[in-house]
């Protein structure tokens, strides 16, 4: 397998080699469950089940069963990817993406891709923030690690709670509520959380944009459809409303939406009250994400 991710766990921090936190990565940064052999099945940062330790997530890369590996985002720890901020021949990184990492200064590496860097904090975030050249993750994300650390950082994760929400507040400042319609459905806005958990339904990540309150990139459950796996363009979200929608851009799915997501995806194990709770509660169908 050549040209696989950079890595050097030498420098990778202590404290984020611990704890069973680990995947693996393909070459397009999907997650894998490390094991002992290929091909590697895909794993969910949402999904404890299907992380294991530093170790076996590093042999897994040294006997080139995948092109990387990454540790899960989870508390107490928060991280932040900036793209397209550095040059991968010189170094160089730009005033903005630099001043964001010297207010952090906490262990900082360069990605994968070597035109970004990832700096991890200790910091407790209400949601997850995404914008072109940002994203800021709470959790229900993984980061590829490369080891690559930039010296003039910690090497060790520093508690930036403050600093992080002044960033917060400053990037991503508070946007006007949509405003879908009149909506003449029941009144209770279901817990999408909640939906997704007792579904079984694979979270690769939480997504955010400047419309859905909530945001989950998801495994397909049509996904056998697909001219390829793992067809990573697919998103079920909730607006400010309540109103909960599902996209996928395959073309073999462009016609579903909310409703038919909802039929494949039956919950699992629920007595009939919980199950017409969810068939009767406040839904939409709607054809963007």
Not at 74 to 96: F, H, M, Q
Not at 151 to 162: G, H, K, M
Request: charged share 25%.
């Amino acid at each position: 397998m050549s040209s696989r991710f950079p890595l050097y766990p030498e420098y990778i921090p202590e404290e984020l080699k611990s704890g069973v936190v680990w995947v693996c990565s393909d070459r397009d940064k999907a997650p894998l469950i490390a094991g002992k052999r290929p091909p590697l099945p895909f794993a969910s940062s949402t999904d404890p089940e299907t992380w294991r330790d530093f170790d076996v997530a590093l042999h897994s890369f040294e006997a080139e069963h995948s092109w990387g590996l990454g540790r899960v985002i989870t508390s107490p720890y928060a991280g932040v990817d900036l793209d397209k901020c550095r040059n991968p021949e010189t170094g160089w990184i730009t005033p903005w993406a630099r001043q964001i990492a010297e207010r952090l200064d906490s262990y900082t590496e360069v990605s994968p891709s070597l035109t970004g860097i990832k700096i991890w904090v200790r910091a407790k975030l209400a949601h997850s923030q995404k914008r072109a050249g940002l994203e800021i993750y709470r959790g229900a994300q993984y980061f590829t690690t490369t080891g690559m650390l930039l010296p003039q950082f910690p090497l060790t994760v520093e508690p930036r709670q403050a600093e992080l929400e002044a960033i917060v507040a400053e990037e991503f400042p508070p946007r006007e509520k949509p405003n879908p319609g009149p909506y003449d459905g029941p009144r209770e806005a279901l817990d999408l959380g909640e939906i997704i958990e007792n579904t079984g339904v694979s979270v690769i990540a939480e997504r955010q944009d400047q419309t859905a309150f909530l945001k989950y990139q998801i495994f397909c459950p049509w996904i056998s459809e697909h001219t390829k796996a793992p067809e990573t363009g697919t998103y079920v979200g909730q607006y400010e409303d309540g109103a909960l929608f599902f996209k996928c851009h395959h073309v073999h799915c462009s016609l579903r939406g909310w409703s038919e997501f909802r039929e494949k995806v039956e919950p699992k194990g629920f007595n009939g009250r919980r199950r017409s709770k969810i068939y009767a509660a406040r839904e939409r169908v709607i054809g963007v994400a």
